[in-house]
């Protein structure tokens, strides 16, 4: 708890009481709408904001929730908590249901799949009449009942919802904060750097969906008790568009920011009231405004938290690799006519840095795509350790100790260096060990000094060295490099050259694709060339820079050109 | 029974689907996003159609026989007019956004369209106007009317695209906004000018519709969903694909409206497309990686 946060608590505890001293029935009535809203958009911001899944039909499991507690307490004589739970069922099932086809689909098929399903719920919500009550809808929901104690309307209903906003809020931070919400950024805002730190993206949208349907269904369960009609008009597309609005303008992933949303667009009617109909206008203009000059929401104003650096390596740690080994046989991939990999057999051990070099074109990164499983093989096996790993997937090899860093960083802009190490971190490691890691990740790329650095501060160099830590955070046993030194001046890349050595030195087995042969010629053990996706040529650096077939079609141009650039 | 009648009346639906379809995949092509408003521009577009008929009855002393077909190049005029507008508050201001963010901002737009069409017009159903008099064409004639103007149309449009160098540069800079911009095409106005286009289909289909399916505020979500479902059942970014999937739909809902019900027709259509897209999660024809919404 920081001075902040409690300073915060004290003051929203004495406006609350200052609220329920002086407020009438009306306001407390609108306040837990208020609060009702708050769960729902609670509920959205897991999916939209931190899952980034653009669902439309939180508004459709709000009505599900809603109609699931007006029949049961209304025609099935069950009480309110059981119903609440009967509804975050009904609605949890149909979400993981939904989830399976749905949530691999690509944003506009996916917005358009939730919003079929939306209106599906809302054509049986009308037209299913002997269950829905068609148009009329259901009458006569009688107040909540917790613990055989009926919430009457007014300050208990008030209490009862802001405590279940409380219980949402608390659902939410612990889902979604810390390193979770490390790992969820990265693979919302970098989704292949996610893969390749071993992050499972589809468990954690189905998660986070499933999650977010049954705070919808809550905050429906507790709309039906609180007016007591459940209508048709809960499943309207329209509900869907109050959640998509409070949240955008409140902020899609600060708690805070659903609290201001859910308040506002429960108020903004009421206090628009003298333009009438012309509210609605405003409404969506404000909407659009808020995306335009706030596109984090009024929350977004408060600064980001971030994960203070809690451990500190000096100087780094020997690296805890296995004796590891990653073998390739009769490797193929075509992108129609073209052979991109053609039938490459190598193997990468312990201790060596292996080379790939050749012309553009020739493989090298569809190569390093196929062993770390960003792409499938049309043919051939990959072996990790003994075991096949043609047909896993990449985050799955990378948690089988295969790790890789980008060409061009992929990294969250607006994380910390500590932050951004500590997101490939896996979260089955306590806070202890995880800090210990990004410690001694930071430490082996000469990073430690700028663990509080953002991202999009850092130097060309260091996004570089913070792409290595990341890959070097999962504790890998195998390193993949692509073009680590493209673009680095001639004393960066010594510096470089002088870490990627020291690591396997340590024992890492490391790959590295590059055209820089200044760089790559002395750090390398091994080289393979690479022409038309065919190894062309293998050996120790030195006979490969000899070799007539390789300067022929790779290094002889590279040397002209020098010599071109010299005249 | 499936007769002659049905099928004209699915093939007059299926013109108006098509074109804002169509309208919609330009704007798909052009800025990798969603236009969730499309559906709300052609209720606009209806509503527009029937301020225009009310005045040109009220302005002229003969009875104009087609008042619909009289009107359809001014409703195209201003609806290409407003089109301009939204893509200055909409489209414009995001430009250097994710495509999410446009994706929001035709919501908000839809939102307004929705409400003022609400606050000036009210609640209640206005008919527009018939697109030839009964008198002239036979009962059947509005609706072949319907069918003809939009072809027409879609006729002019694939010529525009294919046979013009406006048409070409439009296309470029969908394709390939930085590359169009390095061989000096002026990108922007290009997308403007595409949502001029876009938003001009989609009024246009809201004058067909407006006589026989009657113009509401609440009309566009479900028009846009016909025109997100055509494009998907067509291909994403497929301009053919997209009239194709709009006829399809419109056969589809008009056949099983007219054997079973109205209901059955949306609901079954609605479990269709997740069907289709459960199957094959790239859609029906898809396999463009565009920019994604």
């Known amino acids: 708890m920081t001075r902040q946060t409690l300073i915060g608590g004290g003051v929203v505890s004495a406006l609350a009481v200052l609220f329920m001293a002086n407020a009438g029935g009306y306001e407390m009535r ?31 499991f709000f009505g599900v929730g809603a109609y699931v507690t007006g029949i049961l307490t209304t025609q099935h004589n069950l009480d309110g908590a059981a119903a609440m739970l009967a509804a975050m069922l009904v609605a949890a099932v149909l979400a993981a249901l939904v989830a399976i086809p749905v949530l691999r689909l690509k944003t506009h098929y996916f917005a358009l799949a939730t919003l079929a399903i939306a209106e599906v719920v809302h054509l049986l919500a009308v037209n299913w009449t002997t269950v829905t009550g068609g148009a009329n809808g259901i009458y006569g929901v009688p107040p909540l009942v917790l613990f055989s104690i009926e919430i009457a309307s007014g300050w208990p209903l008030l209490v009862t919802v802001w405590s279940a906003v409380a219980l949402a809020a608390g659902l939410v931070f612990w889902r979604t904060s810390g390193r979770r919400g490390l790992r969820l950024d990265l693979a919302r805002e970098t989704p292949l750097a996610a893969d390749v730190v071993g992050i499972n993206r589809r468990r954690q949208r189905f998660e986070l969906f499933v999650l977010s349907a049954i705070l919808a269904a809550v905050a429906g369960s507790f709309q039906a008790h609180a007016i007591g009609v459940v209508s048709p008009a809960v499943t309207d597309f329209a509900l869907m568009v109050t959640i998509l609005v409070a949240t955008l303008v409140g902020g899609q992933q600060r708690i805070l920011g659903a609290v201001i949303g859910g308040i506002l667009v429960i108020h903004l009617p009421e206090w628009f009231r003298a333009f009438d109909v012309f509210y609605l206008i405003a409404y969506g203009a404000a909407l659009l405004l808020v995306i335009i000059v706030a596109p984090k929401g009024i929350a977004g104003f408060w600064p980001r938290r971030h994960l203070q650096e809690t451990h500190a390596a000096q100087p780094p740690p020997a690296l805890c690799c296995r004796q590891a080994s990653l073998h390739c046989a009769n490797l193929r991939k075509h992108f129609g006519g073209v052979k991109a990999v053609d039938g490459i057999t190598a193997r990468f051990t312990t201790g060596q840095i292996t080379g790939v070099i050749g012309p553009n074109g020739s493989g090298k990164s569809t190569l390093l795509n196929l062993l770390t499983g960003l792409i499938r093989a049309d043919g051939g096996t990959i072996t990790l350790d003994h075991k096949e790993v043609t047909s896993l997937s990449a985050d799955t090899r990378a948690r089988a100790g295969l790790a890789r860093a980008f060409q061009h960083p992929d990294l969250v802009r607006e994380h910390r260096v500590w932050e951004a190490v500590m997101a490939a971190i896996p979260l089955s490691k306590d806070s202890v060990q995880a800090a210990k890691d990004a410690a001694a990740a930071c430490a082996h790329v000469d990073l430690q000094g700028q663990a509080a650095t953002l991202v999009e501060h850092l130097s060309p160099e260091g996004l570089r060295r913070l792409e290595i830590a990341r890959a070097l955070a999962t504790v890998p046993d195998i390193l993949l490099l692509d073009e680590p030194a493209a673009g680095l001046t001639a004393a960066e890349q010594d510096r470089l050259a002088v870490t990627v050595r020291r690591l396997a030195d340590d024992g890492l087995a490391i790959i590295v694709v590059e055209h820089g042969m200044r760089f790559l010629l002395p750090l390398a053990d091994t080289i393979i060339c690479l022409d038309q996706g065919q190894v062309i040529a293998t050996g120790p650096a030195a006979e490969i820079a000899e070799n007539p077939e390789v300067i022929d079609c790779y290094l002889g141009r590279f040397e002209e050109a020098a010599k071109e650039a010299g005249k | 029974m499936i007769g002659s009648e049905t099928l004209i009346a699915a093939g007059g639906l299926g013109a108006a689907y098509a074109l804002a379809a169509l309208g919609f995949v330009l704007i798909i092509n052009a800025v990798g996003a969603v236009n969730f408003a499309q559906g709300d521009f052609v209720m606009a577009g209806g509503y527009v159609a029937v301020v225009a008929a009310s005045w040109l009855s009220q302005n002229t002393d003969v009875a104009v026989i087609a008042p619909g077909l009289v009107i359809l190049p001014l409703v195209l005029l201003a609806m290409a007019v407003i089109g301009l507008g939204f893509s200055a508050l909409a489209y414009l201001p995001l430009r250097r956004r994710p495509p999410m963010a446009v994706f929001i901002s035709t919501i908000a737009i839809g939102i307004m369209l929705r409400q003022s069409a609400n606050a000036f017009f009210g609640a209640a159903p206005q008919a527009g106007p018939v697109m030839v008099a009964p008198g002239l064409a036979g009962n059947n004639g509005h609706q072949l009317a319907m069918i003809a103007a939009a072809l027409v149309v879609i006729a002019a449009l694939h010529g525009l695209l ?114 289709v897209l459960w199957v094959r999660p790239q859609g029906l024809f898809g396999k463009i990686e565009g920019r994604r919404a």
Request: aromatic content about 6%; cysteine-free.
């Open chain 1, 30 to 60: 609108l306040m837990s709408l208020a609060g009702i809203y708050t769960i729902a958009v609670l509920g959205y911001q897991m999916a939209l904001g931190h899952a980034g899944v653009l669902s439309l039909a939180q508004g459709a």
């Open chain 2, 162 to 275: 294919n046979g013009t160098q406006f048409g070409r540069h439009l296309r470029a800079s969908a394709q390939d906004p930085q590359m169009a911009a390095a061989v000096g095409i002026p990108v922007t106005r290009m997308i403007l000018a595409t949502f001029a286009l876009a938003i001009a289909l989609a009024g246009l289909a809201g004058l067909l519709l407006s006589h026989q399916y009657l113009v509401q505020p609440d009309d566009g979500t479900t028009y846009m969903l016909k025109a997100y479902i055509a494009v998907t059942l067509g291909g994403w970014g497929r301009i053919n694909g997209a009239v194709a999937g709009a006829l399809a739909i419109a056969v589809f809902e008009t056949v099983v409206a007219t054997l079973v019900s109205q209901v059955l027709a949306e609901m079954l259509l609605y479990v269709l497309v997740l069907a």
